[in-house]
């Protein structure tokens, strides 16, 4: 049974097929995925491994946790499934209205300021 790993503090410049070649030196590596911004494309700086089998993932955690790649030592590790999270607030919603949720806006306009 494939074991998907996290990799952590990566590199902006890896690649998945870097991370593929690197790990393949500790078995099968069934799939690489850098993680990037959705808005810029950038890498985040981490990344998934699926290896073929546990003892792959085993030899690759050992192989490469705290080494260097890329000039970083990364992080490598059994990824854990993603949680659950609260619904985002949609930033979107109510656009309009100032910050008070008041349509007030910052107020000001000088008062008190005639001597400038």
Do not use: H
Not at 23 to 50: H, N, P
Not at 67 to 75: A, F, H, Q, S, T
Not at 97 to 112: C, S
């Amino acid at each position: 049974m494939a074991k998907k790993l996290y990799v952590g503090s990566l590199s902006y410049n890896t690649s998945e097929d870097t991370l593929k070649d690197a790990f393949s030196k500790a078995g099968t590596v069934e799939s690489a995925a850098v993680i990037t911004d959705k808005m810029t494309g950038r890498s985040k700086g981490f990344g998934f491994v699926e290896m073929s089998s546990d003892e792959e993932a085993q030899k690759a955690i050992e192989m490469w946790n705290g080494k260097e790649l890329d000039g970083r030592n990364i992080v490598v590790n059994e990824a854990r499934p993603m949680e659950d999270r609260p619904p985002r607030r949609d930033f979107n919603r109510g656009a309009g209205r100032g910050f008070d949720g008041g349509g007030r806006g910052f107020g000001g306009g000088g008062r008190g300021r005639s001597s400038w």
